[in-house]
């Protein structure tokens, strides 16, 4: 009896014993094959049909992970090819880690890894030759304009008006793509941002930064908003076909404006702030009486108008649609009547959205006021705005950048350079902020901000030329502090 006892209880038993539980507690502690055991089975149902059953399941639901981890392709595996697939076109070359937000450090710059380092971690797919010949296959040349990469160095000597100092500040509460950003109307510290989950975000960015109100009613993206001139208002429309009015300090919505279809962009008059101009996906722009809500007047396109601005004394409306042209539209400033006057249609083949318009009433590089384009295949167009011919467009130069996959928006720096260059900020797929100048044939880009994780969307200046805010597609806000001149 000793040495039956002896015997049982030898080495090999006691592995054996030791798998089995293993195996066994594997089994109870798998959520896939414990919801199969719960399958409900019928008191006049056959045993073995039901044992069948969820063996099959069972099998199925491991099967997926099973076939992931089998995977190959190239002898590479399926996270290596993903991470190959999703990568950024110069991820070669973003040696230097980005610095993102933690959630729950609103309103600091905390160092974290790389967004990138992921990517690192696996053997790559290709050499860099044959990269760099996937980049060269994709990048576009036109006669006219520049031509820059997204991933262009800048030159070393910066911009000493573009140079910053660090972050001032960062916002990350918001868990959903930042579709829109603006300072307040002739504001230094007001700061607002739309989100693709509906809700707007109204910030302070002085010497404390923190949130003021958050504003919550569209049940889908938020695609534009705009500040009145005293900056009580903020008027936004979205992609659930309708118009809101905010009132700021109270934090509750007037009036809501509703439409057939998915209202696009939005501005208030500069001049006469009872009238909202708004273009939708239904290839109209509209004026609405800002205090009733009523329809004043209307004009229809050839294509969704995706993008707007009015010139300084609201007699212009420049708009920009989902085919790449631009229309010029005047306003009668006292009725709201509109009425179309000039167009300027892509050259492009491929056509595509425009995702910025913006006028600026000066330029020492057109001697005049100056609109600003940008279209989602990475054409930045610099025109001159005649205001004797009702607004009439003359191209004056472009820039060709990496085609987009969001609706990345770009703005004009403020600043004046020396130099006499036409500066420009834009956002980009590799999550950086780049500023080009589109007056120089090569090295347009003059220098890049790094700091955001995901793909920076949002671009805006605020008032006191000091601030430099961007948002990103994880819910990001940064507001870069900019180095003061000497």
């Known amino acids: 009896m000793a040495e039956q006892i002896v015997r049982n209880s030898s080495p090999e038993n006691d592995d054996r014993k030791l798998q089995y539980n293993e195996k066994k507690k594997e089994l109870i502690s798998d959520p896939e094959f414990f919801s199969c055991m719960l399958q409900p089975s019928l008191s006049d149902s056959d045993p073995n049909y039901i044992g069948i059953r969820r063996l099959l399941l069972y099998r199925k639901a491991e099967s997926g992970v099973l076939r992931r981890k089998d995977w190959r392709c190239n002898g590479k595996g399926y996270v290596a090819y993903r991470n190959y697939v999703n990568r950024p076109r110069n991820w070669e070359t973003l040696q230097t880690p980005s610095y993102s937000s933690t959630p729950g450090h609103s309103g600091r710059w905390v160092p974290s890894p790389g967004p990138l380092s992921h990517l690192f971690e696996v053997d790559s797919w290709s050499t860099s030759r044959d990269l760099r010949s996937a980049s060269r296959a994709l990048s576009h040349s036109t006669s006219f304009s520049s031509n820059a990469s997204d991933s262009e ?9 573009y140079s910053f100092v660090g972050m001032h500040c960062i916002f990350d509460q918001c868990k959903a793509m930042v579709t829109v950003i603006k300072f307040g109307h002739m504001s230094s510290d007001l700061l607002a941002y739309g989100a693709s989950d509906g809700s707007l975000t109204v910030c302070s960015v002085s010497t ?17 908003f705009d500040f009145s001139t005293n900056n009580q208002y903020i008027a936004s429309s979205s992609l659930d076909k309708t118009v809101r009015v905010w009132d700021i300090l109270k934090g509750l919505c007037m009036r809501v404006i509703y439409g057939v279809s998915s209202q696009l962009c939005i501005r208030f008059h500069p001049v006469n702030n009872n009238f909202l101009s708004v273009g939708n996906a239904n290839k109209e722009t509209t004026v609405f ?15 969704e108008i995706t993008a707007m601005d009015h010139d300084h004394t609201g007699q212009l409306i420049f708009c920009g649609d989902s085919q790449g042209c631009v229309y010029t539209v005047t306003m009668e400033s006292r009725t709201g009547a509109l009425s179309r006057s000039h167009s300027n249609r892509s050259s492009s083949k491929h056509k ?5 318009v913006q006028y600026r009433t000066f330029s020492l590089l057109a001697r005049g006021p100056v609109l600003l384009t940008f279209a989602r295949d990475g054409t930045l167009s610099f025109f001159s705005v005649s205001l004797e011919i009702k607004g009439y467009l003359t191209l004056r130069c472009a820039l060709k950048l990496a085609p987009r996959l969001h609706s990345i928006r770009a703005s004009f720096c403020p600043l004046l350079s020396l130099e006499k260059g036409e500066y420009i900020v834009a956002g980009s797929e590799d999550a950086n902020v780049y500023f080009y100048d589109l007056t120089r044939p090569k090295h347009t880009c003059v220098n890049k901000l790094q700091g955001h994780g995901y793909p920076v969307i949002g671009i805006a200046w605020n008032h006191g030329e000091n601030f430099l805010a961007s948002s990103d597609f994880g819910g990001t806000v940064i507001v870069w502090k900019r180095a003061k001149s000497s």
Do not use: Y
Request: hydrophobic share 25%.
């Open 153 to 161: 160095r800048p030159r070393r000597k910066e911009e000493p008006a």
């Open 208 to 224: 404390q930064p923190s949130i003021v109100k958050q504003l919550i009613g569209h049940s889908k993206d938020v695609t534009d």
């Open 289 to 303: 009486n800002f205090s009733t809500g009523r329809t004043i007047s209307k004009k229809i396109f050839d294509s």
């Open 352 to 356: 595509s959205p425009v995702t910025t």
